[in-house]
């Protein structure tokens, strides 16, 4: 597996490099979003927190693949979302 950095923005608003990326898989299924995290942490030194992949997409017809990705300054936690009861909704 071939993993390609195809463009590489940094968006100073948002603290994040953005990454569209090109993996050639001769052979090989389409790469899992952690074998392209693994890859990302290593190359560039960061925790897997600070990782995001929007998508991997295989070319019809291709054995390569697009994916798109986020690499954020700091750690990002994530936020669990609990339900919480309404107020204003009246109770039966």
């Given amino acids: 597996m071939e993993i390609i950095i195809q463009e590489e923005k940094y968006n100073p608003f ?4 953005e990454l569209k990326i090109l993996i050639k898989h001769e052979k090989e299924a ?3 979003k952690e074998a392209i ?3 990302l942490k290593e190359k560039f ?4 927190s600070q990782i995001e992949i929007n ?3 295989s ?3 291709l054995a390569e693949s697009i994916a798109k990705a986020r690499i954020y300054d700091e ?3 994530v936020k ?5 009861p309404s107020e204003n909704k009246p109770s039966s």
Wanted: aromatic share 8%.
């Fill in 14 to 17: 948002l603290k994040r490099k």
């Fill in 30 to 32: 389409t790469p899992s």
């Fill in 37 to 39: 995290k693994k890859f």
């Fill in 45 to 48: 030194n960061v925790e897997d």
């Fill in 55 to 57: 998508y991997i997409i």
């Fill in 59 to 61: 070319k019809v017809g």
């Fill in 75 to 77: 750690k990002r936690e």
């Fill in 80 to 84: 669990k979302v609990e339900a919480q």
